[in-house]
């Protein structure tokens, strides 16, 4: 199983970016799926998960800016990030679990390699 994440790249603040995450899952309609970022110097942290169903899950941190969302044809979950802060600079991750949008990062079985995000002030 390959996830392929992109869409990072250097933005200003107040800007937005949409970040995909393509899959190669077979059956990725069960799967749950999460974004997950870590800035430097800092431990990886969840961000949104979006559950096989469609419920979605954000972090407080980027709630009300950050939109995840999937498309089961294309086997790709999205996160929308509007409003960058220079504190949302980080490598951003995506990674899947059955079912659930939600958990422990090691609960979670695939992950991508990340993109990265900066965002300058």
């Known amino acids: 199983v390959q996830l392929q994440a992109s869409g990072g790249g250097l933005v200003q603040a107040g800007d937005s970016l949409r970040l995909s995450c393509a899959t190669s899952?077979?059956?990725?309609?069960?799967?749950?799926m999460g974004w997950f970022r870590q800035a430097p110097g800092n431990e990886r942290e969840f961000v949104a998960g979006i559950s096989w169903s469609g419920d979605t899950y954000h972090a407080d941190s980027v709630k009300g800016r950050f939109t995840i969302s999937r498309e089961n044809a294309k086997r790709t979950v999205y996160l929308q990030m509007n409003s960058l802060k220079s504190e949302d600079t980080a490598i951003y991750y995506c990674?899947?679990?059955?079912?659930?949008?939600?958990?422990?990062?090691?609960?979670?079985?695939?992950w991508g390699q990340g993109t990265l995000v900066t965002v300058s002030s």
């Open positions: 990674a899947s679990k059955k079912w659930s949008g939600l958990g422990s990062q090691s609960s979670y079985e695939y």
């Open positions: 899952v077979r059956t990725f309609s069960t799967y749950g």
